[in-house]
């Protein structure tokens, strides 16, 4: 839990100080790391483990809150490894979509925020909030860490609208 309490505490701090001025490299910066969010989504939903491995860094983690809303929420804490184990047993047909994500960028480390839905085999199954760590590694963003609440009851409508496969 002391790992999760960092990411929070350092995705609060971003959000203070990181909406600098938007330059060329801010925004090619604010561009990629969203792509590499939206890559590791694509990658559960294709069971693709090679491209879920490359865009972490070893000893990433994975933090899912069930039931955000209650006081009796738990967390869930998965290795990058086991994440990507699983990822490849996976029978179901998952689809997970973002959108209006927000970037915050500062030097080689950014944090993306972005709300999400979540569909096993065509059928809805829960929304919630993703939150995305990244760090640039030898000049590629990586992930670090994802932390996403899960919620079964009372989703917005996606602006996306209905999946199409």
């Excluded at 990507?84 to 998952?94: E, F, I, N, P």
């Excluded at 990244?134 to 994802?146: A, D, F, I, P, Y």
């Excluded at 609440?149 to 999946?163: I, K, M």
Aim: proline letters at 5%.
């Amino acid at each position: 839990m002391r790992q999760l309490s960092i990411v929070v505490a350092l995705s609060a701090t971003l959000a203070t100080g990181a909406h600098a001025q938007s330059t060329p490299d801010r925004t090619a910066d604010s561009a990629a790391v969203v792509g590499v969010a939206q890559d590791l989504l694509r990658a559960i939903s294709t069971r693709d483990t090679a491209l879920a491995r490359r865009l972490m860094l070893p000893g990433a983690q994975l933090a899912s809150i069930q039931d955000p809303a209650s006081a009796a929420n738990s967390a869930r804490i998965q290795a990058d490894s086991q994440f990507v184990a699983m990822l490849g047993t996976l029978k179901q047909r998952y689809l997970e979509r973002m959108w209006n994500p927000t970037v915050f960028l500062q030097g080689s480390l950014a944090v993306v925020r972005t709300p999400y839905d979540f569909h096993v085999d065509g059928t809805f199954s829960h929304c919630g909030v993703d939150v995305f760590t990244l760090v640039r590694s030898k000049g590629e963003w990586r992930v670090t860490h994802v932390v996403y609440t899960v919620q079964r009851q009372n989703c917005a409508a996606s602006p996306l609208g209905p999946p199409t496969t």
